[in-house]
């Protein structure tokens, strides 16, 4: 059994159903039946800890720009279902992300540097579209800096947005965040890629049907 693994797949669990700020050391020790110094052998510090599964999460999260492949608006759709699903997977720290910025500067420090690199690597992708004719070119009322910026709000604030709307009166939880994300990149698509964008549209609702049928 690998000990540090083990640690880090039970406190996940536990940061997941309670928060991260509200488990203890001695909770997590408790749960999985081994001593404190087991523990602390592995990660000095709940920090160390934290610190570990960011850099799960980082890891965890697909390529922005994939090199040898051919790219096109599916790629977007994959890349965010992907990461949704690593959210889900780690949903305690994105729900917490504001107070353990706060609390640790050097998940913040992380998460700024792995940040600026996606940023970075989004642009490439909008580039690649718009030189595949997939997106409209930059102009005077067309800013995808901005538009990247919206899309990793989106896709970031996604889980805790919808902890904070009225689940009775909002007619936006029936949408997923993969439509929220394609509901920020639509209104700059060309001809061709709103055709492609289309053709994604169709494909899964026909695996989603698929998939219904055979329940």
């Known amino acids: 059994m690998n000990t540090k693994s083990e640690i880090i797949k039970h406190s996940v669990a536990l940061f997941n159903k309670?928060?991260?700020?509200?488990?203890?050391?001695?909770?997590?020790?408790?749960?999985?039946?081994?001593?404190?110094?087991?523990?602390?052998?592995?990660?000095?510090?709940?920090?160390?800890?934290?610190?570990?599964?960011?850099?799960?999460?980082?890891?965890?999260?697909?390529?922005?720009?994939?090199?040898?492949?051919?790219?096109?608006?599916?790629?977007?759709?994959?890349?965010?279902?992907?990461?949704?699903?690593?959210?889900?997977?780690?949903?305690?720290?994105?729900?917490?992300?504001?107070?353990l910025i706060v609390e640790y500067p050097s998940i913040l420090d992380g998460y700024k540097l792995a940040t600026k690199k996606r940023f970075s690597e989004a642009r490439k992708l909008v580039d690649h579209f718009i030189a595949s004719g997939r997106l409209l070119p930059d102009n005077d009322r067309i800013d995808y800096d901005v538009v990247i910026h919206n899309l990793w709000m989106v896709s970031t604030f996604w889980t805790t947005s919808t902890m904070l709307i009225n689940k009775k009166n909002s007619a936006l939880l029936n949408n997923s965040?993969?439509?929220?994300?394609?509901?920020?990149?639509?209104?700059?698509?060309?001809?061709?890629?709103?055709?492609?964008?289309?053709?994604?549209?169709?494909?899964?609702?026909?695996?989603?049907?698929?998939?219904?049928?055979?329940?």
Request: net charge neutral; hydrophobic share 35%.
């Open 177 to 215: 965040p993969i439509d929220a994300l394609w509901g920020v990149l639509s209104p700059y698509l060309t001809t061709k890629g709103y055709d492609e964008y289309q053709e994604i549209i169709h494909f899964n609702t026909e695996k989603t049907n698929t998939n219904s049928k055979k329940i």
């Open 18 to 99: 309670k928060g991260f700020f509200n488990v203890s050391i001695k909770e997590i020790t408790e749960t999985m039946g081994i001593s404190p110094g087991n523990f602390t052998y592995h990660f000095k510090k709940k920090e160390f800890l934290l610190s570990a599964i960011q850099d799960e999460i980082l890891s965890s999260s697909v390529d922005i720009m994939p090199k040898g492949r051919y790219v096109t608006l599916d790629h977007f759709e994959e890349m965010f279902r992907k990461f949704y699903t690593v959210q889900q997977r780690f949903s305690f720290f994105f729900l917490d992300i504001s107070y």
